[in-house]
């Protein structure tokens, strides 16, 4: 089945499929659905952007979904947020992923754990290591446990600062 479209949805997708800048998928999501506009059969696709078959289905559906919202936004809307319209179709959906195991109360108060000099809670190091500093929420009983290695992808994704080893206080 033939996507039908307008040139302006053609010329968008156009600029996203050959973008250095887009994300793969996105390009690859691009090109598929340009290739259904011009005829081009499930098979053929496949072939030419080397993706399963279920996939050139589910993004011709999806944008076939979404055609007629774009279609009335496009003669309201400046080019560079129509773009970004037709760039949040070939987004992925939101997945849910396992739940958080700790709340963001506990997080915070990791965070505070953090920001305290370790001497102040007697141990002799200038700065806190991911180790040093799971041993101490747990002993605060802030978490029940928490591993060393997720203390130490927390710290980094809130970029807050431990050294690397433990440094120690020299008296």
Known sequence: MKIEMT??????????????????????????????SEGESGCRITE????????VAKWCKRWMAEQEKLAGAEKETEKKM??????????????SGRPSKFTAEQLCEIIAVACQPP????YPITHWTPNELAIEVVKQDIVES?????????LKSVRVETAPVAVLVNE
């Open 82 to 95: 129509y773009k970004e319209m037709v760039k949040e179709v070939l987004l992925d959906e939101e997945r």
């Open 146 to 154: 928490i591993s060393v290695r997720h203390i130490g992808r927390f």
């Open 7 to 36: 040139e302006s949805q053609k010329q968008v997708l156009g600029e996203i499929s050959r973008s250095t800048q887009s994300a793969h998928a996105e390009v690859v999501r691009a090109k598929i659905i340009l290739l259904r």
């Open 48 to 55: 030419k952007v080397g993706c399963h078959r279920n996939t």
């Open 119 to 122: 001497e102040e809670l007697g």
